[in-house]
């Protein structure tokens, strides 16, 4: 009997390690090419870091359309929110950047969370970030509606609202509503906005971004490092 209790223990405490969480293995190539890029490249001091999925990774302008910052890109394509807060220790935390731009959530609900958890998770990745950097002020890119994406619309609609709402209540944490610029009178994603895929953006679509982002970079990252120094980049 004494055997079999000892099996059964065995068999759950291996069940629970396997039931941690999810995987964020995936992603550790990336991660690497981004530290093998630090190395040969140092990241520039007193940067803004833009985080997130495949809108942040593809945004090839960056620099250019945030001339008179220095920006650090580390959007890893395909990833979820709770992504960007696993590798946090990797790429944000030895950047200690002056401010944070975060687009990610349009992959987390194709994978099947739900609003609710689309919230918490950015929510966690603010108090992570903040850990060694209280304070540092935070905006997120709300989640775009697609044309590849749009039977989501409702819970992505959902999401944004649960995000601006919790953000609401926090300090110097911002909700940037793209949302509205990048559909038509009836409420359908502009087609000049994105590329054959329906999903990811042309240029056009990034110039609204731009209009969002830029004008809270200009109240919140007011470091006078950041406006001084030329613009750099990081691949």
Same mark, same amino acid.
């Given at each position: 009997?004494?055997?079999?209790? =000892?099996?059964l223990t065995?068999?759950?405490?291996?069940f *629970?390690?396997?039931a941690?969480?999810?995987d964020?293995?995936?992603?550790?190539n990336d =991660?690497q $090419?981004?530290e093998?890029?630090?190395?040969?490249?140092?990241a520039?001091a007193?940067?803004?870091?833009?985080?997130?999925?495949?809108s942040?990774?593809?945004w090839?302008?960056l620099?250019?359309?945030f001339?008179g910052?220095?920006? =650090?890109?580390r959007?890893f394509?395909g990833?979820? =929110?709770?992504?960007s807060t696993a +590798?946090?220790?990797?790429?944000?935390?030895p950047?200690?950047?002056?401010?944070?731009?975060?687009?990610?959530?349009?992959?987390?609900i194709?994978?099947?969370?739900?609003?609710?958890?689309v919230?918490d998770?950015?929510?966690?990745?603010?108090?992570?970030?903040r850990q060694?950097?209280?304070?540092?002020?935070i $905006?997120f890119?709300s989640?775009?509606?697609s044309?590849?994406?749009?039977?989501l619309?409702p819970n992505?609609?959902?999401?944004?609202?649960?995000?601006?709402?919790w953000?609401?209540?926090?300090k110097?944490?911002? +909700?940037l509503?793209?949302?509205?610029?990048m559909v038509? *009178?009836?409420?359908r994603p502009?087609p000049e906005l +994105? #590329?054959?895929?329906?999903?990811?953006?042309t240029p056009?679509?990034?110039a609204?971004?731009?209009?969002?982002? #830029?004008?809270w970079l200009?109240d919140?990252?007011t470091? $006078?490092?950041v406006?001084?120094?030329?613009?750099?980049t990081?691949?």
């Open positions: 009997m004494k055997k079999l209790t =000892i099996l065995l068999l759950v405490l291996s *629970a390690g396997h941690k969480g999810p964020h293995s995936q992603w550790e =991660i $090419a981004f093998a890029s630090d190395k040969a490249n140092p520039p007193n940067a803004v870091l833009f985080i997130g999925s495949s942040i990774r593809m090839s302008t620099a250019d359309d001339s910052y220095r920006v =650090i890109n959007g394509g990833s979820d =929110i709770d992504d +590798f946090a220790d990797r790429i944000l935390a950047y200690h950047p002056v401010a944070i731009v975060m687009y990610a959530g349009d992959n987390d194709q994978n099947g969370d739900t609003p609710e958890q919230r998770d950015f929510a966690a990745f603010v108090a992570k970030a060694e950097q209280p304070g540092v002020p $905006a890119i989640i775009k509606p044309i590849a994406r749009l039977s619309l992505i609609q959902r999401a944004n609202t649960l995000i601006r709402q953000a609401m209540t926090q110097n944490v911002a +909700f509503d793209i949302a509205p610029a038509d *009178a009836n409420g502009k +994105f #590329r054959e895929d329906g999903l990811h953006m056009a679509g990034y609204l971004w731009v209009a969002q982002v #830029r004008p200009a919140h990252a470091a $006078a490092e406006k001084r120094q030329p613009n750099a990081t691949p």
